[in-house]
């Protein structure tokens, strides 16, 4: 036995490695045993039930030591996955073509800012939603299968109450 663990990115580092100097390994699952099951109704296994076994000849083992050596001083490899820093933060991006079905009126009134509040909680709730200004009016438009959930949403927070 060469190498026993459940690090994936080891794993596959160490059996690239291996193959690429030509050393002959036996890779297989952990808890692969092939053991027979006991009478014991309640078996307890000791084994890890996730991870991987690399074993190699005994003549080699020397060579494939320096190869497991070398890749466990070697810092880990970066797994991040990275941000998305064209969207802002906290705003749900809508298609423009699901906005031209926004033709459902769900809120009016005179406070610009209140209909700018209620658009992106309705974008929060994914319901995709439009606001425009016509003179001192504002309109809050949604698409007509979402009608009744905005008018909810709305109302929640027009009145400051939760569902009834």
């Known amino acids: 036995?060469?190498?026993?663990?459940?690090?994936?990115?080891?794993?596959?580092?160490?059996?690239?490695?291996?193959?690429?100097?030509?050393?002959?390994f036996i890779d297989r699952p952990t808890g692969d045993d092939q053991v027979?099951?006991?009478a014991d109704i309640l078996p307890i296994d000791w084994k890890t039930q996730f991870g991987f076994e690399v074993a190699v000849p005994s003549s080699n083992r020397a060579a494939a030591e320096k190869i497991l050596e070398r890749l466990l001083d070697q810092e880990p490899a970066d797994?991040?996955?990275?941000?998305?820093?064209s969207a802002q933060p906290g705003v749900v991006d809508v298609k423009p073509a699901h906005l031209s079905a926004t033709t459902?009126?769900?809120?009016?009134g005179a406070d610009e800012t209140r209909a700018r509040f209620l658009v992106e909680a309705l974008k929060e709730n994914e319901i995709p939603a439009r606001a425009e200004t016509r003179g001192?009016?504002?309109?809050?438009?949604?698409?007509?299968?979402?009608?009744?959930l905005a008018r909810e949403i709305i109302r929640e927070i027009v009145e400051g109450a939760p569902p009834a």
């Open 79 to 85: 797994m991040e996955i990275a941000a998305n820093d």
């Open 136 to 148: 001192s009016e504002a309109t809050v438009y949604v698409p007509p299968e979402e009608e009744m």
């Open 1 to 24: 036995m060469l190498w026993a663990g459940e690090d994936p990115a080891l794993h596959s580092s160490l059996i690239e490695e291996l193959q690429s100097a030509g050393i002959p």
């Open 36 to 38: 027979p099951p006991s």
């Open 104 to 108: 459902c009126a769900v809120w009016s």
